[in-house]
């Protein structure tokens, strides 16, 4: 899998697989393990997905299994708002290694930006620190809207090298993307495939027909064309190879402008303006 370049240098794959809605149990630690050990390089988690130690269970399995060394994953998790303020970071940080059994994190990231922005700003510089300790390979935002980076970035030294935020056809966030690229600000997607509901559009399905691909493998594709990163989740063996299976083929500007055009500005997750963990 392609990977994607930060501006500190380091890289991330470009597809991924995310573990949200996935129970923390027996078939949380094969997915994640069926991962790794089919191509898989990226794992996505969270501490509010209440899954970390399974995830760690399927790494640990998965290594085993391929013979992969650690350095060779790109492992995420979050910071969840009920850990925020800058002298919360840094035991949370640790809660999550301990329960996913490993030594450092390849990208932490703070889970949403919150209502209160001055807590935000206090958060971040906890993040930094961590960052400028060496503990965390890369820092970065979840959930962030332009106005949250605008007052982020006034106040502070590091800029997140991600921000991972909820995009797919229905919802293109033409303006962030745009705002992001200026900043040289990688972008993510989660729950790409909106919890299956994009599947059934009929202009994703007209597209598939047309590359002779799945409409999951289409969605997949239409987002690693805009350079933004992906993790779809998936316990399900063929659908985990389905989601990276996405590289032997392309989509045409007419068949991507089809897509773009369905955007309707559709949330299925909550409004990051107005949303602080309740």
């Known amino acids: 899998m392609d990977n994607i370049k930060f501006y500190n240098g380091h890289t991330m794959p470009k597809v991924g697989l995310g573990t949200f809605r996935v129970e ?13 050990e089919n191509g898989y390089r990226s794992i996505d988690t969270a501490k509010v997905y209440g899954n970390e130690e399974k995830v760690g269970q399927g790494i ?26 800058r002298e919360n970071v840094e035991q949370a940080y640790e809660n999550s290694l301990k329960r996913l059994d490993l ?19 206090d958060t971040w510089q906890g993040m930094e620190d961590l960052y400028k300790q060496e503990r965390v390979k890369n820092i970065g935002v979840s959930n962030f809207n332009v106005d949250h980076f605008e ?3 006034a106040q502070v030294s590091i800029k997140p090298v991600i921000n991972q935020v909820e995009f797919h056809p229905y919802l293109t966030q033409k303006e962030l993307r745009q705002y992001l690229d200026v900043q040289n600000i990688v972008m993510e997607s989660w729950s790409p495939l ?11 399905n007209q ?12 969605i997949i594709r239409w987002n690693y064309q805009h350079q933004v990163v992906t993790i779809p989740k998936s316990v399900t063996p063929h659908r985990i190879d389905e989601n990276l299976n996405i590289l032997d083929f392309e989509l045409n500007d007419d068949q991507m402008k089809k897509l773009d055009d369905l955007n309707q500005n559709k949330r299925i997750g909550p409004d990051p ?3 602080n963990g309740q």
Not at 29 to 36: G, M, N, Q, R, S
Not at 61 to 83: H, M, P, Q
Request: charged content about 25%; aromatic content about 10%.
């Open 24 to 36: 923390n149990n027996d078939d949380c630690t094969k997915a994640v393990k069926y991962a790794i």
């Open 60 to 85: 640990k399995e998965g290594l085993e299994s391929t013979g992969l060394k650690r350095e060779d994953l790109f492992i995420t998790s979050k910071l969840w708002l009920e850990d925020f303020g």
């Open 103 to 121: 030594d450092y994190l390849d990208l932490y990231l703070m889970h949403w930006p919150g209502t209160n922005e001055a807590l935000m700003i």
């Open 151 to 153: 007052a982020l970035l």
């Open 194 to 204: 909106m919890n299956a509901q994009i599947l059934d559009d009929e202009i994703v």
């Open 207 to 218: 597209v598939a027909q047309e590359v002779g691909q799945t409409p999951a493998q289409v």
């Open 273 to 275: 303006s107005e949303f």
